[in-house]
């Protein structure tokens, strides 16, 4: 078997952001691993269910579904691979990609916050989005509604590259809405997936692949997030990195802003107010 064909196999079995299986991978190879899985290493009653798909999986079927939805299945053994996604704890096994993964290896920002923004923050997301694709940046984000779309939006409309990180498979528009934002998405950019298509979201892989979009891009910036929000999560991960993070600042009485208030008071984001701000701030870390 291949190493991309062993890597698919575990791609297929486990979850995504496992230290455990990153670390098993690392010192043994995907081969090594999928036959210690097969040769009864692991725990069956714990490991019963990738125990399980490891020895029923097909990979030519899977190849077909991949070819069926146009989408591509790359690992860090090819060219296409972004190594930035090597510095996260837990690296992904592979990536399921549907768009172009040769344009991975830009420079990325990461625009992230809350799905019900303000007009203020659609506006802010957008304008800052268009900026930096200006300056031959790329958008990544996560393709929910709210400020995520507003940021991808903001780079197709100033004809620059934007990648969407899915917490489902490349082939299910979620959510519904976005099906036309993310043709448009895969056309300029691609859709990014550490599932297989088909496979529908949980909401514990929404946190998983934020720590993708941290590991994917060179600054994250935050426009408008509530008090606990998951794009706060996403700063962590990209402060973890030891990557520049950003926070927008808002109206103090707004609760779509006090995400960003916490992350400038706790010093764990640099407040931000024009594009050149930005710009200037992010160029200090490369």
């Not at 996260?88 to 420079?107: F, M, R, T, W």
């Not at 514990?204 to 600054?219: D, H, K, P, V």
Request: hydrophobic share 45%; with cysteine.
């Amino acid at each position: 078997m291949k190493v991309d064909e062993a890597r698919l196999q575990l791609f297929s079995a486990i979850e995504g952001g496992s230290t455990f299986w990153s670390r098993e991978i690392a010192e043994y190879g995907a081969q090594g691993v999928v036959d210690a899985i097969k040769g009864g290493k692991y725990d069956p009653i714990k490991y019963a269910r990738i125990i399980s798909i490891i020895r029923e999986f097909n990979a030519q079927a899977t190849k077909e579904n991949l070819a069926h939805v146009g989408a591509r299945f790359i690992t860090p053994e090819e060219n296409a691979w972004p190594d930035q996604l090597n510095d996260l704890a837990a690296p992904p096994i592979g990536l399921v990609i549907k768009g172009s993964a040769e344009s991975l290896k830009v420079a990325m920002l990461a625009i992230v916050g809350t799905r019900n923004p303000t007009n203020y923050g659609v506006r802010i997301a957008s304008d800052f989005a268009a900026g930096f694709v200006d300056r031959e940046w790329a958008i990544v984000s996560g393709g929910a509604y709210g400020i995520d779309a507003a940021a991808h939006r903001g780079a197709l409309i100033a004809e620059g590259a934007t990648f969407a990180v899915l917490a489902a498979g490349v082939d299910i528009n979620y959510p519904a809405g976005h099906a036309r934002l993310f043709a448009e998405i895969a056309e300029n950019g691609a859709l990014i997936s550490e599932v297989l298509p088909g496979v529908r979201a949980v909401p514990s892989r929404f946190l998983t692949r934020n720590r993708l979009i941290a590991g994917l891009s060179r600054a994250t910036l935050v426009v408008e997030a509530a008090f606990r929000s998951g794009s706060l999560r996403t700063a962590r991960d990209c402060a973890e990195l030891m990557r520049p993070v950003m926070a927008i600042p808002g109206p103090i009485t707004s609760p779509t802003s006090e995400g960003c208030h916490r992350l400038i008071g706790e010093r764990a984001a640099e407040i931000v107010t024009s594009i050149s701000d930005a710009v200037e701030f992010v160029s200090t870390y490369r």
